[in-house]
């Protein structure tokens, strides 16, 4: 099968770079999967799960925010958050879901409440993914 580099970043570090035979992106507008030789393409990314298919398995990774970008290169994911589920810990996510809805409790209406409820929801969701089938 014909390959395609990806390259998955985060503001803290390169999550993944390398070549794979697939990737599926939970784009704002539905799922979508990236094969080489794929049209050009730029999708804003919602909360989920992005799997990664190469010739050793597949991996899941929980992205949060950012945007994915198809290109003669390849594939290149830009994510707010980015965590492998086998680094992801369920106890940071829940303590940062009530550190939110603390912080959410104490803000006046205005634009910073309504990117707090957006997050956290952004939050919600990915916690509801962890505890769906996206762990099996």
Do not use: C, N, W
């Amino acid at each position: 099968m014909a390959t395609l580099h990806f390259e998955l970043v985060s503001p803290e570090k390169l999550v993944f770079s390398g070549e794979v035979e697939q990737v599926d992106v939970p784009g704002l507008e539905g799922d979508f999967g990236v094969l080489a030789g794929h049209a050009p393409y730029v999708s804003t990314l919602r909360p989920g799960i992005l799997t990664v298919h190469a010739t050793g398995g597949e991996q899941k990774i929980v992205v949060l925010g950012g945007f994915a970008e198809v290109s003669a290169q390849g594939l290149t994911v830009l994510a707010e958050l980015a965590e492998t589920l086998a680094d992801l810990d369920r106890a940071i996510i829940a303590a940062r879901i009530s550190e939110m809805e603390e912080r959410i409790a104490k803000t006046e209406p205005g634009s910073e409440l309504d990117k707090l409820i957006t997050r956290l929801d952004h939050f919600k969701t990915i916690d509801r993914h962890l505890t769906g089938t996206a762990m099996h």
